[in-house]
């Protein structure tokens, strides 16, 4: 599994942040980018606050799902592999 996400955003966050792997939103986007060629491919608001934003690669090899919050903190959630997109029709 991609734990070395985990700790890649560790290393960007913040002593004054609450959970150690949370930092800048902008910054954790750029690492994504940087380190897996993941970029935003999905979103949701989530209960009771913060946006769930999903990255991927191009060929949903990896993913990754960050919090983000209203005070431009994402927070790391979860990673894995084999991305799909699953379509559905109508009536489903």
Not at 5 to 26: D, E, I, N, R, V
Not at 30 to 50: D, H, N, S, V
């Amino acid at each position: 599994m991609r734990t070395e996400c985990f700790f890649a955003l560790a290393l960007l966050a913040s002593p004054a942040l609450a959970q150690p792997s949370c930092g800048p939103t902008p910054e954790v986007a750029a690492e994504l980018l940087k380190q897996f060629q993941e970029r935003r491919i999905a979103t949701g608001e989530m209960q009771p606050g913060g946006t769930l934003v999903i990255y991927a690669t191009r060929d949903g090899s990896t993913w990754t799902a960050i919090r983000e919050m209203p005070d431009v903190v994402s927070c790391f959630l979860s990673a894995g592999e084999k991305w799909r997109q699953v379509i559905v029709g109508r009536g489903a």
